[in-house]
Antibody, heavy 121, light 111 residues
Framework: QITLKESGPTLVKPTQTLTLTCTFS???????????VGWIRQPPGKALEWLALIYWNDDKRYRPSLRSRLTITKDTSKNQVVLTMTSVDPVDTATYYC????????????WGQGTLVTVSS | QSALTQPRSVSGSPGQSVTISCTGTSSDVGGYNHVSWYQQHPGKAPKVIIY???KGPSGVPDRFSGSKSGNTASLTISGLQAEDEADYYC???????????FGTGTKVTVL
């Protein structure tokens, strides 16, 4: 059974760095080839927005408009994927989801419950 | 990477059919047969209901169907039911650089 869960701060000040962690089970990013974990966010009342993805082989993809602010990494020993976003702004206020994806599968079946992050001074 | 364009809302009575459009470009929807659709109820994570334009995951009712013509993909809900009232998002693969692009979202209301 595949599960994912996001964790991180609920409140971040503008200009600070946001660090979110996705802890998963039911698969491994070190031994299960062809799998990846992505991050998608959703501002309150607005649409989903794809942010980044990391594959088992450390291949990384980023949303072009946020590429300079995002870093995605994996800790295979902890079954975690970490997303770092620098220089946050109130417009980055959103629910952040992580989701499981298989290579050559262009959709996300398993999602975390999401974590709401508010950027405010 | 601009979001794919969806109607803000559609509505229908129980038993009716509704169709949601998702318009992109030749760089995303028109360029790949990798359009997926997600259903999202309030306060919940999205759930995939269609992948690769017209394939339904196991467990998803077959009254959800997808299609694509040119740069526009469509989701049709046949035999609308009360539990179908939710937000729906399309998503398209857009190449190895842009990767995934989501739609603007459509609220489906069951009258």
């Amino acid at each position: 059974q595949i599960t994912l869960k996001e964790s991180g701060p609920t409140l971040v000040k503008p200009t600070q760095t946001l660090t979110l962690t996705c802890t998963f089970s039911g698969f491994s990013l070190s031994t299960t080839s062809g799998v990846g974990v992505g991050w998608i966010r959703q501002p309150p009342g607005k649409a989903l927005e794809w942010l980044a993805l990391i594959y088992w082989n450390d291949d990384k993809r980023y949303r072009p408009s946020l590429r300079s602010r995002l870093t995605i990494t994996k800790d295979t020993s902890k079954n975690q994927v970490v997303l770092t976003m620098t220089s946050v702004d109130p417009v980055d206020t959103a629910t952040y989801y992580c989701a499981h994806r298989r290579d050559f599968d262009y959709w996300y079946v398993y999602w975390g419950q999401g974590t709401l992050v508010t950027v405010s001074s | 990477q601009s979001a794919l364009t969806q109607p803000r809302s559609v509505s229908g009575s129980p038993g009716q059919s509704v169709t949601i459009s998702c318009t992109g470009t030749s760089s995303d929807v028109g360029g790949y047969n990798h359009v997926s659709w997600y259903q999202q109820h309030p306060g919940k994570a999205p759930k995939v209901i269609i992948y690769d334009v017209n394939k339904g995951p196991s467990g998803v009712p077959d009254r959800f169907s997808g299609s694509k013509s040119g740069n526009t993909a469509s989701l049709t809900i046949s035999g609308l039911q009360a539990e179908d009232e939710a937000d729906y998002y399309c998503c398209s693969y857009a190449g190895s650089y842009t990767f995934d692009v989501f739609g603007t979202g459509t609220k489906v209301t069951v009258l």
